[in-house]
C-alpha cells in the first residue's frame, strides 16, 4: 500500500490540500448509500408468502450487516478504477477501502461464530470475548497494511525460527497452521450449523432422523475439516494411527461411561423410540422431551426443572412413553364412604361430577367401581381420562378431587374415618370385674 508511514501522511496531506478530496468524500459517501440501499432492496424483493422464500428472508436479514460493507467495498473498487482513469487522485479511496473491507470482515466472523455457537440462549459471554479479540487482531493488522509495517512484521516472524524436535519451524509457519486449522473448522461448523437448520425445518423427515442426520453431518464435516488442517500444515497423518490406539485404550479403562451414552443416543434416535415433545418417564425422572444430544437427553419436568439423563439410562431401564402411540392417559383417584350409602346412587353421581371438569376427556367416559368392602367403609376408584398430559396431572386431580366432594357435599355422602374397635374381655384382665369392663364398653 504505502511504503512507510511518512509517505502515507505525505499522500493524505497533499490530497488534503487537493481539490479532488471532496469529490473522492461524496463518491465514498454515494458507494456506502447505494451498499446499504442495495442490502435494503435485496431484503424487500423476498417479502412474500411462500415458505421457502421467507427462508431466505430469514437468512438475508441475518446476513445484511455483513452484505452492507462488501456492497460498499465492491463499489469502492469500481469507483478507485473510474476515478483512477480520469486522472484524478484516489489516495483517500485506497485508504478507505481497506478501512471498509476490514469492517466487512470483522462482520462476517461475528456472523460465522454466531451461526455456529448462538442457539436459543442468547449470546455467551465467552463468545462476545473472542468477538472483541478478532475484532482487534483485524483492526490491528489493516493499521499494519496501511503503515506499511506488514512486510516487515512478516519478514520478522519468517526470520525467526523455533527448533521443534529435528525440524526447524518459523512463527510464520506456525501462524499459519494455526489459522488453517481455525478457519476449516470454523468452515466446518458453519456448514453443519447450516446444515442441521436447514434438515430441522424439513417436516416430510421424522424428527429422529433428521437429528441423526445432523450429528452425522457435523461429525463428518469436522472429521475432514482436521484431516485437511493436519495436510495443510505438513503433518503426516499416520500419526493418527497411534493417537486411535491411544483413544481405544482410554474408551476400555476409563470412559466406557461416555461412550456408551455416545452409542445409546444414536440407537434411540435410530429406532425412534424418542421424539422431541413426547412425555416420558424413566426411574424418577418424568417430564417433557426437549432435546435429544448425543450423549445425554434433556426432560422438563411439570414443575419447569430440567433434567438431563445421560443416554444410556435410557437403554438400561424401563421407559414410559406417555406419546409414543397416542397422548391419552389414564388417571384415578379413590375414596372410601360410609356402609349406608347407597352404593349405585353414589357411583353414578360420581361419574357425572368428573365428567364435567374441563380436561376430562368425552371420548372415553369415566368410571366409577368399587374396589373393595374395607374395614373402614366402602372404597370406590373413580378413573378418567386426558388428552393432554403435558399440561400436568397434579392439577387436573385437583379439579377432579374437588368436583367429587362438591357432589359429596351436595347430597350428604359420608365419607368413611378410620375406625377401630378395642374388645377388652374381663378374665383377661386380672384385677378387673364385668361391671367395669361394661363401663368402659359403654363409653
Known sequence: MFESLS?????????????????QLGVTLLCVGLGWLCARLLLRIFVVDDLTQQVVQIGLRSFSQVLTPLLAVFLLVLAKLVVAKW?????????????????GLMRFDFYVLRRIFVRDRGVSTFLLLVEKI???????????YLTGLWPDLQAYLESTVLPIGRHQVSLMGIFQALISVLVTLIIALWASATLEQRLMRMNTMHSSIRTVVARMGRAFLVLVA???SLSLVGIDLTVLSVFGGALGVALGLGLQKIASSYVSGFVILLERSLSIGDMVGVGIYYGKVTQINSRFTILEGLDGVESIVPNDVFMTNAVQNYSLHHRILRLSTQLTIVYQEDIEQVLTLLEEAVSVVERVTDELLPQAILLKIGHDGLELEVGFWILDPENGRLNVLSDVNRAIWRVLQAHNIKVAQPRQDLRM???DMPGVDSQQVARIDSQ
Open 87 to 103: 486522472q484524478q487522485p484516489v489516495s483517500f479511496l485506497r485508504l478507505v477501502i481497506p478501512l471498509m473491507a476490514s469492517l
Open 425 to 427: 374381655v374381663a378374665e
Open 134 to 144: 478478532v475484532g482487534a487482531l483485524v483492526w490491528i493488522g489493516v493499521v499494519l
Open 226 to 228: 482436521v484431516l485437511l
Open 7 to 23: 509517505d502515507m501522511a505525505d499522500s493524505l496531506m497533499h490530497n488534503l490540500a487537493a481539490p479532488g478530496l471532496l469529490m
